[in-house]
């Protein structure tokens, strides 16, 4: 994650920031490419930047009132996507 930026992490786009410079990297090369994704780190796993209603109700519904909170907090429903989303 080196070269990714506090405001990228914090919109929980670091996954995607590192698989369009693998596209990119792939895409200026004619090389083989050998891409290993290996740690030890335990305890960060990033949040997905969106999620289907039905899916955020669900682990809604399985938090405590204290999570529910920070969920609140983090994601708001998008009506204007077809589906809606929460972003």
Same mark, same amino acid.
């Given at each position: !994650?080196? +070269?990714?930026?506090?405001?990228?992490?914090?919109?929980?786009? #670091?996954?995607?920031?590192?698989?369009?410079?693998?596209?990119?990297?792939?895409? +200026? #090369?004619? +090389?083989?490419?050998?891409?290993?994704? +290996? #740690?030890?780190?335990?305890?960060?796993?990033?949040?997905?930047?969106?999620?289907?209603?039905? #899916?955020?109700? !669900?682990?809604?519904?399985?938090?405590?009132?204290?999570?529910?909170?920070?969920?609140?907090?983090?994601?708001?429903?998008?009506?204007?996507?077809?589906?809606?989303?929460?972003?």
């Amino acid at each position: !994650r080196w +070269g990714i930026r506090d405001e990228c992490t914090d919109d929980q786009q #670091t996954v995607a920031i590192c698989m369009h410079e693998i596209d990119r990297c792939q895409d +200026g #090369t004619i +090389g083989p490419c050998f891409l290993h994704l +290996g #740690t030890d780190k335990y305890g960060w796993r990033p949040l997905p930047p969106a999620l289907e209603v039905q #899916t955020f109700e !669900r682990i809604l519904n399985r938090c405590s009132e204290a999570n529910q909170h920070m969920l609140e907090s983090w994601y708001c429903r998008n009506d204007n996507l077809n589906p809606p989303l929460y972003v």
